[in-house]
């Protein structure tokens, strides 16, 4: 594994392309790519929408708070110390519950194609419109539902 400074991405909510508070633990580079780690503070009543990645698989676990993940045809009530496998290929997205903060890790496997995505995401901000989030998405064989 190569030896790089931590990378920090978002630091203000209005600064990423989903709002709330994100620090990359692991980038793409420390790991040639194999593995991008990024800690999320989800505020209250935040929502990922439902996508499909073709070429990553993910993993959240729950620091604090609660979430609520759509996987397939299953809804998935997670909290404090819950893990959640997210497989390619299989719709998923994510909300906090109930009326609080959740931090989460996000893990994703491999994270070059991801980290790639989120840089360009955040780089258009919260009022992209949906025409050119899709076309990243496309770009990076991640699409919307």
Do not use: C, W
């Amino acid at each position: 594994m190569k030896k790089t400074p931590k990378v920090s991405s978002i630091h203000n909510p209005s600064d990423g392309f989903l709002g709330g508070l994100r620090n990359v633990i692991l980038s793409t580079k420390e790991t040639d790519g194999d593995i991008y780690l990024v800690e999320g503070i989800m505020p209250k009543d935040s929502i990922v929408p439902l996508h499909i990645h073709e070429l990553e698989d993910e993993i959240f676990h729950v620091l604090e708070g609660k979430v609520e993940l759509i996987l397939g045809d299953k809804t998935i009530q997670a909290k404090k110390d819950d893990i959640i496998y997210l497989p390619r290929g299989i719709q998923h997205g994510i909300k906090t519950s109930g009326n609080q903060t959740a931090k989460v890790l996000n893990y994703v496997i491999p994270g070059k194609n991801f980290e790639e995505f989120f840089n360009k995401m955040n780089a258009i901000g919260l009022h992209a419109t949906t025409e050119e989030k899709a076309k990243i998405g496309v770009e990076h064989k991640i699409k919307f539902l």
